[in-house]
């Protein structure tokens, strides 16, 4: 069974950036689709950012023009690079991935479409 491992979290101030990191624990994994989710105290885990193989990248409205998704293929690597954060971005961020091309598929926001998922990496945003 393949796990993923989120890191790069943490405590920032509004306006602030951090970058998360997603390596799966098999180097031999490859995915044709990874995926952010993320999920704030007593609220559903929403999907914000994909990135399928090719590059092809789609980003949850809340997030767009701030966040950007993207992989380095030679490291089997994820990464989400979050800039100007607010307060609403806390939440636990998890990392998302399948073999198939969820990304791309009018599935690609709904956790039950990916089978492999990381413990997830806490960010928290103060104002």
């Known amino acids: 069974q393949v796990q993923l491992v989120e890191s790069g979290g943490g405590s920032v101030q509004a306006g602030g950036s951090l970058r998360l990191s997603c390596t799966p624990s098999?180097?031999?994994?490859?995915?044709?689709?990874m995926a952010w989710f993320r999920q704030a105290p007593d609220k559903k885990r929403e999907g914000i950012a994909t990135i399928a193989i090719g590059g092809v990248t789609n980003y949850a409205d809340s997030v767009k023009g701030r966040f950007t998704i993207s992989k380095d293929n030679a490291r089997n690597t994820a990464y989400l690079q979050m800039n100007n954060l607010r307060p609403e971005d806390t939440a636990m961020y998890y990392c998302a991935a399948d073999p198939a091309a969820v990304c791309t598929s009018i599935g690609k926001w709904h956790d039950e479409y990916y089978r492999y998922w990381g413990q997830g990496t806490q960010v928290t945003v103060s104002g």
């Open positions: 098999q180097s031999t994994y490859s995915t044709d689709c």
